[in-house]
């Protein structure tokens, strides 16, 4: 069976918990296909190639929302305002309300029901100051009578009939003691409603529907707000504040790309939609701009030491690559030949894609990286796992290069590319979290070792110059019995890095590691630091596309969309105030018994942002700086620990232990956007066999290109199929994981055909032996730009033995033809040899070829006695001829003598 056949025939799902029967039944029949996998490469003859994924098989897509819809959204939460189909819409920013003060704010009311709605009323109402985020967050998800404190109502014209809209002016009062106020005495942090009452049809007038956002009302005086006025310590000292400023977004690159030398492989995208982004107006050239402008000069040179660049490397590189042309194109050509004659390869023209238009941003993408170099030199820059992949996914794939290239490849790519040096050795996993698995791998992070340990491909060299394995593979079929893949595990720890690695997490996922101040120890070398996680779900839930992160607490769970994207960000500048203004309120006191508050490290959502939002956002940050609540902290500075507290955690965290399965820290709670189990395993098979067929090439000096290099975007293909990006909305999930499928299944198609350009091709005929020795001939073909190191390995009937070369040798793009001798039973009359192509290492490459030897039966053997008595009347004439002519002889010799 051909291996492309024999994956499209298998199902890639497994269990996972409770799972529906039918699941089940996918299960059994995974397990079966594994397990058969499995035995194949024990022994010597078997199938091979990459693997496909569920919707390449025929099946429903990967990563299709397996729990239920509660894991995204509560619905016991804001339920009326969630069936009421009326929307309000909050137009005014509502940033810097000063205690005392009375405005007009304008509303915009929408009627998205299929009924008439009239009597329309709208009031302000507000519940009691929260003193943290995590308090804030509940609160906006409360029952609308516990916002208490009310404002009267101002009646609405109207009726409003389906898809009709009409805009308010709605007064807002904070003065103390306002008869028409909202009651608010002090500054602090408020939860407001915007309180919508009317009828609908015949029905009575009720609550139909609310807008609901935080409101920071602050002192008039110095600007800041105090929400436990009684605890307020004024020797305090100022809590620090880091900002991160994302820079991500869908690069469309066509999956299925192999590496090319000495020039890189011509750029194919999907679409052209990453120049529009990078054209004036376009979104990150206004986020670009945005940042420049708020931090040039010495009025921006304290937001600028706040504030640090992430930028996701995959994008750079394909903006740095777009400036050299590129083309919009749906599909790539094949890299391999189609034939093994010398004289074609490496042609122009057998590589040049069929391209539907030439893409129309290498003058922007050139124009937008000069400015990003600029900022980079300026201030701080921060790599992104590469594409935004799930960190957590990716060490689940048990693939250390994986791992390797979705940690390490983003500083070099920064260093190469931006032309400057990036914070090294932090880890910022966009999920929120690392599982305790996961933080068995982070040693791998470091990139400030020798090139030999931290540069994947010299890595990978090292292994093979020692003979080792690149990809531990099952060693025994117990394991592939398991119904449920268990969760792969380096075999031995990596050493804790010379430099330690750190892991910014949210705070409410390390609650059982060793922990000092925001740090905690998640085994040698590896540090986690903290950050606000409440914070950082209530930034992710601004802009158009409101995210539902997993770290946050079910119970707030509910559609951000309920409330329009000006509230969200209302909601998101005033979170940031109340953190800062926490961090003060409550700050720890240290050894030395100086009170000294944890600074406040403000991590927005790693998407693709809004610029508006992001520009107000930012503005909060600058206003804080300026008015003296908060003072600038690197981000080195933030996320490294002192000597102390490092070898404190180091003692507490204990030796690394990769088989260790407990519940230290993770994920908080259930995350509906990580990447499914069916995906992970199309990730690890594929992966696993990248790194087979890239074993099996070998490098040669006088070919630019090296075999690591070569198979290395494939690699991070499968990265980009488990990015985080795109996953943490409802209303987007489906959408993403069909993206993922897409590329994962361009992967296998272009694994597919790699595998199928180095084989054995089998003689198309019977060989008939006139005996043992008689050779068996066989062309092995190699299409790769890198000669092959292979192995002959075979299956056959009992008792035979066959003799193949010790090592067979493939030219890069070539063919040779080798022999072989066999010793073959003498029954039956034909037997059928198995032979494959395989490396060095035992791995399976080729497709399994089968040659079918006559040995022996009736013709054989007639024409053998037929030799035997031909040869025996051969000799017995011989032997007539010698004593006729000594006969003549001897004659002769009588007659001279008789002379």
Known sequence: MNPSDFFRSTDTYRAVGVRRQDRARRVRALTGSILAAGLIAAIPVGQAGPVGTAAAQGHELLGAPDGPMSQWRNPSVREDDAASGIEIRLDTPLENIDLGTKQLVNLTIENRSEQVVDNLSLRFQRADAVEDTAAARLSLTDHQSTYGYTGPFTDVAGPLRPGDSVTVALPLDTAPGSPDGLG??????????????????????????????????????????????????????????????????????????????????????????????????????????????????????????????????QLIEVVDRMRAGYTVATERLSPVSDTPRLRDSWRADSAAPRAEQPGGGAVAADAWLARLRTAAGQGCTVAL???????????????????????????????????????????????????????????????????????????????????????????????????????????????APATGVRVLVTDNSVWGAPARGRFTGLGPGVTGVSYEGSLAATLAATGPEPLTVGYSNPETRHDPNLDSERARLTTGNSAVRLAVDAARQSVPVDDQGTAAPEPVIIVPPAAPAAPAASAELLGTVARLLETGQARPLTLHEATTPDAATETTLSRSAGPADPNRRMDRFGPPFPDPSAPSDDEVLAATQQSNYMNDLTQLMVNDPGIALTRYAFMRPLMLDLLRGLTVIGRRNAEEYAASTAHADHIFTLNREMLEKLQSSVALLP??????????????????????????????????????????????????????????????????????????????????????????????????????RLIVGLLVLALILRLIQTKIMRRIRGARNTETHSG
């Open 184 to 313: 608010i005495g002090a500054p602090g942090v408020y939860p407001v409603m915007i309180n919508l009452n009317g009828r609908t049809g015949e029905g009575i007038i009720r609550y139909l529907t609310s807008e609901r956002f935080l409101l920071a009302v602050t002192d008039r005086t110095t600007g800041s707000l105090h929400t436990r006025t009684s605890q307020e310590n004024p020797a305090a000292e100022v809590p620090g504040i880091t900002m991160l400023w994302p820079l991500t977004a869908p690069t469309g690159l066509v999956a299925g790309e192999t590496g090319e030398a000495p020039m890189s492989a011509p750029l194919l995208l999907e679409n052209d939609d990453l120049a529009a982004q990078l054209q004036e107006g376009g979104r990150l050239d206004r986020l670009l701009d945005i940042y420049l402008e708020a931090t040039d000069g010495e009025s921006g040179s304290a937001l600028r030491e706040a504030t640090c660049l992430a930028v996701d490397p």
């Open 385 to 495: 796992p590469w594409a935004g992949t799930d960190i957590n996914a990716v060490s689940r794939t048990g693939n250390q290069w994986l791992v390797r290239e979705a940690l390490s490849r983003g500083t070099s790519i920064i260093a190469d590319v931006l032309d400057t040096e990036p914070e090294r050795n932090l880890v910022i996993p966009l999920s929120g979290y690392v599982t305790e698995s996961t933080a068995a791998w982070l040693p791998l992070a470091d990139t400030t070792g020798p090139a030999d340990t931290v540069n994947p491909e010299s890595a990978w060299e090292l292994l093979q110059q020692q003979g080792l394995p690149t990809v531990h593979h099952p060693a025994d079929t117990a394991a592939l019995e398991d119904p449920a893949m268990p969760e792969p595990y380096p075999r031995a720890a990596f050493p």
């Open 763 to 864: 003689p198309g005929y019977v060989y008939t032996r006139v005996s043992q020795s008689s050779p068996l001939l066989i062309v092995a073909r190699n299409g790769l730009p890198l000669p092959v190191d292979g192995r002959i390995s075979y299956l056959g009937p009992p008792g035979s033995v066959v003799h193949v070369p010790d090592q067979l040798w493939i030219p890069a793009k070539g063919s040779i033809m080798t022999q072989m001798t066999a010793d073959l039973p003498n029954e039956p009359d034909k037997v059928t040899l198995v032979l494959r192509l395989s490396g060095s290492q035992g791995s399976v490459v080729s497709d399994p070829v089968e040659i079918t030897v006559q040995t022996q039966g009736p013709l054989i053997g007639l024409l053998g």
